[in-house]
């Protein structure tokens, strides 16, 4: 090479570095960061073949790969493996002008059979702490890279590996800020578990000994019961404590988007797909995911999820690359899942995995008990928020809290004694500020509490002139458990 080409190739480097610091400094996220890198190096330095790895643990593993597959490049029988591995426990760069030539791989069979030529592998370094190492090499062009090129791309590594480090961090950061955000928009029907009846001790004993494990859990209960509230009690109280909760209700998502929504997606992968997304199952990693509303789920995702739990590993919408993922699955339904199962809407081999420990919250009606006790500690809340001095309920308010069966669980009566601390003018709760049904006569003392639940929903239906959103409102149930029983009779 003579002097002018030379210098040529010197202003086409330093071009690259000043690329490198306006370019991929900017960059925070891990994937997009490392295809930047790895263009600008085969570009740079006119490179036919590359691929980064990032050391995992013990492990090297390809992140990036260009015209070559990962699978080959992560074949530890072949020189590209034995070039980085060199590089990275010397934190030293190597060149070889040719490879065919070059005594040091010597008996490399496949150096042959690939017709490699021009071979450079430069570390990825952090305080003196390897990181990972860039591969580039070409089958065609002899002695294609240069002392410049080695120079060049060990100066590159440097900076590379600073944004690598950087952008580590802040995903770091972001995922903390994830979950930040979801606990603080997430809203709670109360602050802790509330009871004392036997059935509720039996609940907090078993939560108790599930926490100590890393078991995954089903909780099952009617809606309004508080079975997040139970999901993030063991999870409070297990391992996992100090790593994220989070949480999904499937019912909210349509089939269209809750695959985005628990693996994520690549760019492209549909439309209004515009960048990359990672998916809660990522986000979770370390912690643990609470899928609320399990049955809801469609096959599809049922097989996808059952591939989590065996082998912990997801892919993303649109992407080829499996990623393992770390997470406690804590799963909840208001359906008989084993039902489910039995009706073929529920996969059974899923199922098993699901439902390894099991925990039942009773509906309010079993716990009764409880209700003052409910009602005592919602009324302390909302008095407090709302500035009022309200000490307490009258007699029949008390009688009325008792006498209803609370369709709608825990999540009803809250919101049967907020309303009553907004109407209130006095000191106590009076029955018709609770706006809920009177208890039943003597005339429906031989009714199932099915048919109870049947002619108090109606009554309510009917004072609200036939509206069903404004019932569920009233009855402090959702508009879905409200239609899903309406027609239920009405079948």
């Known amino acids: 090479m003579n002097q002018r080409e030379n210098s040529g190739d010197r202003q086409s480097y330093f071009e690259a570095l000043y690329r490198i610091s306006q370019q991929v400094n900017s960059i925070t996220e891990i994937e997009p960061l490392l295809n930047k890198i790895m263009d600008i190096a085969m570009e740079t330095v006119a490179a036919e073949r590359g691929f980064i790895v990032l050391i ?13 597959s990962p699978s080959i490049a992560q074949d530890t029988s072949l020189p590209s493996t034995t070039v980085l591995r060199r590089v990275i426990a010397e934190k030293k760069p190597l060149l070889s002008q040719d490879a065919q ?41 002899r002695r294609l890279f240069t002392a410049e090129s080695l120079e060049f791309l060990t100066a590159f590594a440097n900076q590379a590996a600073i944004a690598i480090e950087n952008a580590r961090l802040y ?10 955000k979801k606990e603080i928009a997430r809203t709670t029907t109360f602050g802790e578990i509330i009871g004392r ?21 089903l909780i099952e209960g009617e809606s309004g019961t508080g079975k997040e509230l139970v999901a993030r009690a063991i999870h409070l109280h297990g391992p996992r404590k100090d790593k994220p909760f989070v949480a999904l209700y499937c019912g909210a998502l349509p ?19 515009i960048s990359d997304k990672m ?19 469609n096959p599809q995702i049922q097989t996808k999820l059952l591939r989590v739990l065996q082998d912990g590993e997801i892919r993303r919408v649109g992407d080829t690359r499996v990623r393992k993922v770390d997470v406690r699955l804590i799963s909840a339904t208001n359906k008989e899942l084993a039902a489910q199962v039995k009706r073929g809407k529920f996969r059974e ?16 009606r ?17 008095a407090a928020k709302m500035g009022k001095h309200i000490t307490g309920f009258t007699g029949e308010a008390k009688k009325r809290l008792r006498g209803y069966a609370w369709p709608g669980n825990v999540r009803e009566l809250e919101n049967a004694v907020e309303r009553a601390v907004i109407l209130t003018e006095g000191s106590l709760i009076r029955a018709e500020d609770l706006f809920v049904p009177n208890p039943l006569g003597d005339e429906d003392l031989g009714l199932t509490l099915r048919e109870k639940e049947k002619k108090w929903v109606y009554q309510t239906l009917e004072r609200m002139g036939g509206n069903r959103r404004k019932t569920a409102q009233a009855l402090g149930v959702s508009l879905r458990w409200l239609q899903y029983r309406l027609k239920g009779w009405n079948d």
């Not at 069979?109 to 490699?116: A, K, R, T, W």
């Open 366 to 382: 079993e716990r009764a008990g409880d209700i003052h006790l409910l009602a005592d500690r919602f009324l302390k809340k909302y």
């Open 171 to 180: 995903e770091g950061l972001r995922l903390e800020n994830i979950v930040l």
């Open 279 to 297: 998916g809660l199952f990522e986000i979770a990693d370390g912690g643990t995911f609470f899928l609320d509303e399990i049955a809801d789920l």
């Open 56 to 68: 995992q643990g013990e492990n090297l593993t390809v992140q990036i790969a260009r015209n070559i």
């Open 101 to 141: 030539e070059d005594p040091r791989f010597a008996g490399a069979e496949s150096v042959v059979l690939h017709g490699i030529r021009s071979v450079a592998g430069v570390p990825l370094v952090i305080k003196d702490r390897p990181i990972g190492a860039i591969y580039v090499d070409s089958q065609h062009d």
């Open 197 to 217: 009846s036997p059935a509720m001790e039996a609940v907090f004993n078993l939560i108790a000994k599930v926490a100590r494990t890393e078991a995954t859990t």
């Open 349 to 364: 081999d899923l199922y098993y995995r699901l439902n390894v420990i099991s925990i039942r919250i009773p509906p309010l």
């Open 255 to 273: 089939d269209t988007l809750i695959e985005s929504e628990l693996f994520g997606h690549r760019k492209g992968a549909f439309t209004g797909a």
